[in-house]
Structure formats: structure tokens, C-alpha cells
Nanobody
Framework: QVQLVESGGGLVQAGGSLRLSCTASGRTFSSYNMGWFRQAPGKEREFVAAITRSGGRTYYADSVKGRFTISRDNAKNTMYLQMNSLKPEDTAVYYC?????????????????WGQGTQVTVSS
């Protein structure tokens, strides 16, 4: 199985940028399709973005499309989430997740492995 560790969260003003990283260890990172999710206080976990094993295809939630970019570097066993034009409503704990099944997925239940999360806070 794969172990995932997120980093890069923090406090940023509205309109600012952050880049999250998700570093994997264990089984071959390139064999996993990956995703980012987030959970705000009092809300359910929601899908943010997903990327295929090779990085050739990506998928975004409408709420982040055009502002966030998901990418991966299989040589470094790392996935990224570049977040620009951040808004206060982006405040949440951000989680990375991995799945071995084929294709992109936006449901939490489709992912078997999860990191511990990193806090992103956007001030107005």
C-alpha cells in the first residue's frame, strides 16, 4: 500500500497563492490515480481535483476550475496542488488521496488511501 503526507498549507490573504504537496512512500507512486479533497468545518468532505497515473488527464470541481492546478512528478513521488486567487471559502483541511482503479474519480469512496491533511486558511 501507499502512505501519503501532505504539506504546504498555511495562512494566506484572499487573492494570494499556495502550493500544496503530497509525497508518497511505499508502493510505486505512478501506479496510482490521485486526487485532492477538502473539508471545511461543519461541512462534508468535497472533491477538489484529480489526476491520472501519467498526469495526462485532470479533472476539477467547478468551484476551483481556472484557479487551481493539479500536477504530479512521478520521479519525485509527489503530487501538487497550485492554488491561485484564493478565496475565504477555500478555507479547509486539504487531503490527498490515492486509488489504483482505472481513471479519474470525484467520490471519496473511490479512494482507498488518504493522507492526514494540511490546513489552508484564507483571510478576507
Amino acid at each position: 500500500q501507499v502512505q501519503l503526507v501532505e504539506s504546504g498549507g498555511g495562512l494566506v490573504q484572499a487573492g494570494g497563492s499556495l502550493r500544496l504537496s503530497c509525497t508518497a512512500s511505499g508502493r510505486t507512486f505512478s501506479s496510482y490515480n490521485m486526487g485532492w479533497f477538502r473539508q471545511a468545518p461543519g461541512k462534508e468532505r468535497e472533491f477538489v481535483a484529480a489526476i491520472t497515473r501519467s498526469g495526462g488527464r485532470t479533472y476539477y470541481a467547478d468551484s476551483v476550475k481556472g484557479r487551481f492546478t493539479i500536477s504530479r512528478d512521478n520521479a519525485k513521488n509527489t503530487m501538487y496542488l497550485q492554488m491561485n486567487s484564493l478565496k475565504p471559502e477555500d478555507t479547509a483541511v486539504y487531503y490527498c488521496a490515492a486509488r489504483q482503479s482505472w481513471g479519474l474519480a470525484s467520490e471519496s469512496d473511490d479512494y482507498a488511501y488518504w493522507g492526514q491533511g494540511t490546513q489552508v486558511t484564507v483571510s478576507s
